[in-house]
């Protein structure tokens, strides 16, 4: 029924660029935030960037200056352009979709607020 797909992962050295897509296919709740997490090897999924239905957009501190999340609410396609990237952002990264409104953009980094999730996308970074 709904389905999201990522893609864009690979292996970089440290401080170069990669960029995710994740399609929505079948996903019409395009007022909605949408996220994406990371986890990394032996870790709790934490979100990373999130956009709401206005286009505003949350960071962990951790990835600010650095990631940028965007979405293409036409073709239902949500990306993150990650840029100097380091070993510690290595993992599977994920987007998220809830099924309502989370109501306020601070919960649209938390996990459990999503119900739709994909299958991830894998992120090496090397020293």
């Known amino acids: 029924q709904v389905q999201l797909v990522e893609s864009g992962g690979g292996s970089v050295q440290a401080g170069g660029s990669l960029k995710l897509s994740c399609v929505a296919d079948?996903?019409?709740?395009?007022?909605?935030?949408m996220g994406w997490f990371h986890q990394p090897p032996g870790k709790e999924r934490v979100g990373v960037a999130a956009i709401d239905g206005e286009g505003i957009t949350s960071y962990v501190d951790s990835v600010k200056g650095r990631f940028t999340i965007s979405r293409d609410i036409d073709k239902n396609i949500l990306y993150l352009q990650m840029n100097n990237l380091k070993p510690e952002d290595t993992g599977m990264y994920y987007c998220?979709?809830?099924?309502?409104?989370?109501?306020?953009?601070?919960?649209?980094?938390?996990?459990?607020?999503?119900?739709?999730w994909g299958q991830g996308t894998q992120v090496t970074v090397s020293s």
């Open positions: 998220a979709a809830p099924v309502r409104d989370i109501g306020s953009r601070f919960w649209c980094l938390v996990r459990t607020e999503y119900t739709y």
């Open positions: 079948g996903y019409t709740y395009t007022n909605y935030c």
